[in-house]
């Protein structure tokens, strides 16, 4: 019999470790507590390795006076370090209740990123890691942008399925009840529009073109830019959040169960309600962007209500008027693409439902603006 001792240094917590045969016995002995520090691994480790390597790894506690969680995490190391080596492990000789706890512990798979690890990766790893998880975040989406387009295709045909009744309640979410945020904006937008540019046409005395300034400003591209950051901040991060709450609860897995696409059911009519309140939203926040010029040039500047509503309704094409509903168009699909996406992505704690949140309005906003420049070149290129 070939015999090996590991001390810990710590009085209270022993561990020693012999062969006989082909089993690897692990002898603990004293107090396995809180403020005991644990036996190292390594002479356990070496004797696995070792030629030829044992069938069977046991454990011997009954010199152990006291213990918890810590003579857990000590066997369960060494369980699965056996685990990896191939090496069947006996806990029947635990003490009562910790082999159970053991079993269990084994049973269910470890959280990615639960255990924290001393070691930090290094730059080659990290840039590897940064590289496979784009890979995947791009196959992901891919894969939801291809079940939306069959979705839609569905919709036209007839054959898509979801609650007509959960469609309205949703439109009443994207549009009534984001008026009063979309008014307040809008409003204070065209304020302070109005009131930079009157401070600077007051040294020309030219303050009718305040009105102007306003107009084109709102009708063109900024009513449309404010409303769909006011939606990715309020429905988009409602959409993530609901759809997120749904993937925590299994309501999703339960959808597929039961045979119906959760991207029908569920994305589909949020995307129809954002897509058709937008244009809407961003008529209304024209409207009232124009009316804090408005009340600037009345106030401030003494124009003539009369001759601001002219002159804004001369100054304005109405080809800006058109781009404006195409931007809100594409940041209504955008808003509701990026908060059911993050939704449907969500993991399985409460955590993950904040994150899916944020990450919700993150993505929205960062698409908003790359949409904006995006069509802003368009249009320079077509002389609109």
Request: hydrophobic share 50%; with cysteine.
């Amino acid at each position: 019999m070939v015999k090996q001792t590991g001390i810990s240094p710590h009085p209270d917590a022993a561990c020693q470790v012999s062969r006989d045969a082909g089993i690897l016995r692990v002898a603990l002995s004293g107090v396995w507590s809180m403020g005991a520090t644990l036996p190292d691994a390594q002479p356990v480790r070496e004797a696995i390795g070792r030629v030829p390597k044992p069938e069977r790894l046991s454990f011997d506690a009954s010199g152990v006076t006291r213990w918890d969680s810590r003579l857990l995490a000590f066997c369960l190391g060494l369980v699965r370090l056996a685990g990896d080596a191939g090496v069947a492990a006996d806990t029947s000789g635990l003490p009562e209740g910790a082999g159970d706890l053991l079993d269990l512990a084994l049973r269910v798979p470890e959280r990615k990123g639960a255990a924290r690890t001393e070691a930090s990766e290094s730059f080659l790893e990290g840039v590897g890691g940064l590289a496979l998880g784009t890979g995947r975040a791009m196959t992901n989406l891919l894969e939801f942008l291809g079940d939306v387009a069959l979705a839609c295709v569905s919709l036209v045909r007839g054959r898509a399925v979801f609650q007509r009744s959960q469609l309205l309640g949703l439109i009443k979410q994207a549009g009534l009840d984001a008026l009063p945020i979309v008014s307040l904006i809008s409003l204070l937008v065209g304020l302070i529009l109005a009131f930079v540019g009157a401070i600077q046409l007051q040294q020309f005395g030219a303050q009718i073109y305040v009105s102007t300034i306003v107009g084109i400003a709102m009708v063109r591209v900024m009513g449309a830019i404010m409303t769909g950051i006011i939606m990715a901040g309020r429905t988009g991060a409602a959409y993530a959040a609901e759809l997120g709450t749904m993937q925590v609860n299994e309501e999703i897995d339960a959808l597929r169960t039961f045979g119906f696409s959760p991207t029908e059911f569920l994305v589909l009519p949020r995307l129809i309600a954002l897509v058709l309140m937008m244009p809407l939203l961003c008529i209304y926040a024209d409207l009232m962007g124009i009316l804090g010029g408005f009340l600037v040039g009345a106030l401030m500047l003494d124009i003539n209500p009369i001759q601001y509503f002219t002159t804004t309704w001369n100054s304005v094409p109405l080809a800006n008027f058109w781009i404006g509903l195409v931007h809100s168009a594409v940041f209504g699909v955008l808003v509701a693409l990026a908060g059911c996406y993050r939704g449907m992505r969500c993991g399985r704690s409460a955590l993950a439902v904040g994150q899916a949140a944020t990450s919700a309005v993150v993505t929205s906003i960062l698409a908003i603006i790359i949409a904006t420049a995006v069509i802003t070149v368009v249009c320079n290129i077509l002389g609109v």
